[in-house]
């Protein structure tokens, strides 16, 4: 069964940080890029930042350059994918998605595999 299981999100204050991770199991996602995308209430998801399949590779949306890093572990059959995330502001409050895909990609349409989503809440 192919399984992609978000955790670490929560209510921080503006300023304040969270680690998100994600593991990934039942496809050997250590040949997939890997994604974190979010989506705030009443908006589209959109792409926050992505790692190829080595983790040699980063990619970022401008909004969290500079205060977010994503980083990979690639097991046996497993992955465990991480999003740390500074300097958190009240405009990255959304429900943050990993998601997995056989090429890198900023869009979403690319991405085959998604978790369940786990919410970030950053109060002002």
């Known amino acids: 069964q192919v399984q992609l299981v978000e955790s670490g999100g929560g209510l921080v204050q503006a300023g304040g940080s969270l680690r998100l991770s994600c593991t990934g199991s039942?496809?050997?996602?250590?040949?997939?890029?890997m994604g974190w995308f979010r989506q705030a209430p009443g908006k589209e998801r959109e792409f926050v930042a992505a790692?190829?399949?080595?983790?040699?590779?980063?990619?970022?949306a401008d909004s969290v350059k500079g205060r977010f890093a994503i980083s990979r572990e690639n097991g046996l059959n497993m992955v465990y994918l991480q999003l740390q995330m500074n300097s958190l502001k009240s405009e990255d409050t959304a429900v943050y998605y990993c998601a997995a895909s056989s090429q890198e990609s900023y869009s979403y349409e690319a991405y085959e595999y998604w978790g369940q989503g786990t919410q970030v809440t950053v109060s002002s």
């Open positions: 790692i190829n399949w080595s983790g040699e590779r980063t990619f970022y």
């Open positions: 039942g496809r050997t996602f250590s040949s997939y890029a």
